[in-house]
């Protein structure tokens, strides 16, 4: 009785499916990942430092002095989505990484159409397209098995 229970669990743990098992994070994963979030760290300190330059990057320079709050409240969301990063990369599952990074996404497509708004569309591809894009290959590489 108790072999024919031990072969019946062994048959279950071979034939248990990826859905079973946690999918860790790969090493390209997490080398990626980190670059994302260092690249968040930059762009969150140059808002923070050097507003006026920030804007002039972002692809829409700054109207007035004053306006530089708008880059302080940028530099605050880029901070706060590379601490949020941070901890799913320490708890190590891709799913959650790829979700947060899958809904982040709309962040730099909106600034792509807002700074296309205005009239710069090569710059906008060139800026926030290539970051919609290098988030498209992390999520490439987080999905796969």
Same mark, same amino acid.
């Given at each position: 009785?108790?072999?024919?229970?031990?072969?019946?669990?062994?048959?279950?743990? +071979?034939?248990? +499916? !990826?859905?079973?098992?946690?999918?860790?994070?790969? +090493?390209?994963?997490?080398?990626?990942?980190? *670059?994302?979030?260092? %690249?968040? %760290?930059?762009?969150? $300190?140059? &808002?923070?430092?050097?507003?006026?330059?920030?804007?002039? #990057?972002? #692809?829409?320079?700054?109207? !007035?002095?004053?306006?530089?709050?708008?880059? %302080?409240?940028? !530099?605050?969301?880029?901070?706060?989505?590379?601490?949020? $990063?941070? #901890? $799913?990369?320490?708890?190590?599952?891709? &799913?959650?990484?790829?979700?947060?990074?899958?809904?982040?996404?709309?962040?730099?497509?909106?600034?792509?159409?807002? =700074?296309?708004?205005?009239?710069? =569309?090569?710059?906008?591809?060139? =800026?926030?397209?290539?970051?919609? !894009?290098?988030?498209?290959?992390? *999520?490439?590489?987080?999905?796969?098995?």
């Amino acid at each position: 009785m108790v072999r024919a229970a031990r072969r019946r669990h062994l048959a279950v743990m +071979t034939h248990s +499916t !990826a859905v079973d098992r946690p999918r860790e994070l790969t +090493t390209t994963a997490y080398v990626l990942t980190g *670059l994302l979030v260092a %690249f968040l %760290f930059l762009l969150a $300190l140059r &808002g923070y430092l050097a507003p006026e330059s920030a804007a002039r #990057g972002f #692809g829409i320079p700054l109207a !007035a002095a004053r306006d530089d709050a708008f880059l %302080f409240i940028k !530099a605050g969301r880029d901070l706060s989505i590379g601490v949020m $990063l941070i #901890g $799913l990369i320490l708890a190590g599952k891709r &799913g959650p990484l790829a979700a947060v990074i899958a809904a982040s996404l709309i962040i730099p497509l909106n600034d792509c159409l807002q =700074v296309i708004a205005r009239g710069d =569309v090569g710059y906008a591809l060139g =800026v926030h397209g290539s970051a919609v !894009a290098y988030g498209l290959v992390v *999520l490439w590489v987080l999905r796969r098995r």
